[in-house]
């Protein structure tokens, strides 16, 4: 039975106060203002959202001046995660890089300095950290998103970078509960499957949200993964047994549970976005975050009477709704009181050893976290024009293909008259033959996982044993090349890093 849904009654607001939604363009359409005024108290922003910090600036005020207290969150990790650099390349490194050199206070001090701007561009909410433990190096979708494999280490920075973000007024969301880290799978595309004991889950999934929810981590967002020990029919984000009785119950987690994206395939190609909508409501998530793919006027209401309809019908509890509005709210308030009193001015990254105030917290965790391995000859540093072969895979959807990676532009800058190249898997072959007399610089990205890419790099390396390599992905593979350079992650402040190495004036 299908409910029409009219007015702005205190079911209707409860269920666009619980929605997540995107939008296209710089500046906020009418639909979303006039939503707003109805009842919506959260707006997800992506890149395409995105052209200057002014800019930002200014449409977080305009979407305010309609609803003070309203949520404005991003999916901003840093490092290969961004939006709000999604066209020049991250100024900070992601969080392997941060793993890597495993200092807590450098992790603070980068999550401080990138809540900071977040706040002074009006955003509060950041889909982040990612808490997941890479136990599984060829998960295609965390990788480098994650701080590394081990749950300790894991654990100890995603309590650093809660503490940072949350500091400075911008409130975490702790993610993918209960850990994405085993996965090969991307639940862009489809439903990924972990099964694995109950006593492996809380040694290694769970040791990173327990640490988060005791540091006070304001939200967490579900994963659209299965978990056989857990739930065997359920992902996560629909599962009763792992939202309320695990992450509510047994870690008692008092805060914000968001749904990672609902028309990724591993939800909405089996159970539909509204259908899906409703069950992660009723499995304990408070709010449904959609837009990445799905961005118009139409996908609110449609969840909205999806929402209220479920309530009508009795399969979805009123009070379940009304309970998940309200922890929006508490939220909104919280962030709304943080801003009241300035925090996003608080200075960040001179608490760190050898930094000053204002100084370039992500360039100094870039070259920390560089690993540079030379060859059996003595290494020269790369002169005059050389030849960057950058061998590209393809990015995943939560990265994307737009925000640029590699070194070169950063070569450029030390070396004008750098040329590249990009070669992918029916392309790779005639790199060395591309490069001609010019030194080469071939930049990888998860050697490990690209059978092709290895096969094409050592044929490079056979002809041209004086290469560089950098490998910006995991660093699973054995060194190669006349100078090895692990830069553990592929924004841009980590190319400038490598770039540096490379001409022989950093590491």
């Given amino acids: 039975m299908t409910i029409l849904v009219h007015g702005t009654d205190t079911l209707t607001r409860d269920a666009l106060t619980v929605l997540q939604p995107g939008f296209v363009g710089t500046t906020a359409p009418d639909w979303l203002l006039r939503r707003i005024g109805e009842g919506l108290s959260s707006v997800g922003l992506f890149g395409r959202n995105i052209v200057t910090p002014e800019q930002l600036t200014a449409l977080t005020a305009q979407l305010r001046a309609e609803r003070d207290d309203v949520l404005v969150a991003i999916d901003e990790e840093g490092g290969d995660v961004t939006r709000l650099e999604v066209k020049q390349g991250s100024s900070f490194p992601g969080n392997y890089a941060l793993g890597s050199v495993d200092d807590v206070e450098l992790t603070r001090a980068v999550a401080r300095e990138l809540g900071r701007r977040l706040a002074q561009c009006g955003v509060d909410l950041n889909w982040a950290p990612s808490a997941d433990v890479n136990s599984n190096a060829e998960n295609p979708v965390i990788g480098v998103r994650s701080f590394?494999?081990?749950?300790?280490?894991?654990?100890?920075?995603?309590?650093?970078?809660?503490?940072?973000?949350?500091?400075?007024?911008?409130?975490?969301?702790?993610?993918?509960?209960?850990?994405?880290?085993?996965?090969?799978?991307?639940?862009?595309?489809?439903?990924?499957?972990?099964?694995?004991?109950?006593?492996?889950?809380?040694?290694?999934?769970?040791?990173?949200?327990?640490?988060?929810v005791a540091a006070g981590t304001k939200a967490v967002m579900s994963a659209h993964i299965l978990l056989s020990a857990l739930d065997p029919h359920r992902p996560a984000t629909l599962s009763p047994q792992i939202l309320t009785g695990l992450l509510r119950q047994e870690l008692g987690f008092e805060g914000l549970i968001v749904t990672d994206g609902m028309e990724m395939q591993a939800v909405s190609a089996t159970y539909g976005i509204e259908r899906g909508s409703v069950l992660a409501i009723a499995a304990g998530a408070d709010a449904i975050c959609v837009g990445g793919g799905l961005c118009d006027e139409d996908t609110v209401l449609r969840l909205r009477d999806a929402l209220v309809n479920a309530v009508r019908t009795g399969e979805l509890p009123e009070e379940r709704l009304a309970d998940a509005a309200a922890r929006v709210r508490a939220l909104a308030a919280w962030t709304q009181a943080h801003r009241a009193r300035g925090a996003g001015s608080v200075p960040g990254a001179a608490v760190q050893e050898g930094t000053a105030p204002g100084a370039d917290i992500g360039l100094v965790a870039a070259r920390r976290a560089l690993k540079v391995t030379r060859g059996e000859e003595p290494y020269t540093p790369v002169t005059g024009t050389p030849y960057v072969a950058s061998f590209t895979p393809v990015a995943n959807f939560a990265v994307g293909d737009e925000t640029p990676w590699g070194i070169a532009a950063e070569l450029e800058r030390l070396l004008p008259g750098t040329e590249t190249g990009s070669y992918d898997e029916t392309s790779a072959d005639s790199a060395p033959a591309d490069a001609g007399e010019r030194r080469v610089v071939a930049v990888v990205r998860d050697l490990h996982r690209h059978p092709w890419m290895i096969r094409a790099l050592d044929a490079l390396l056979a002809a041209r044993p004086d290469t560089v390599v950098v490998e910006m992905g995991l660093n699973e593979a054995e060194p190669r090349g006349a100078l090895h350079i692990a830069t553990h992650g592929a924004a841009r402040v980590c190319g400038r890093a490598a770039a540096e190495a490379v001409v022989g004036t950093g590491a």
Avoid: M, W
């Fill in 148 to 212: 590394g494999p081990d749950p300790d280490l894991v654990a100890r920075h995603t309590v650093a970078y809660v503490d940072g973000l949350q500091g400075v007024g911008v409130a975490a969301c702790t993610k993918h509960f209960p850990g994405h880290g085993d996965t090969n799978v991307d639940s862009h595309d489809a439903l990924p499957r972990i099964d694995v004991d109950l006593a492996t889950l809380h040694a290694r999934e769970l040791v990173p949200f327990r640490a988060a």
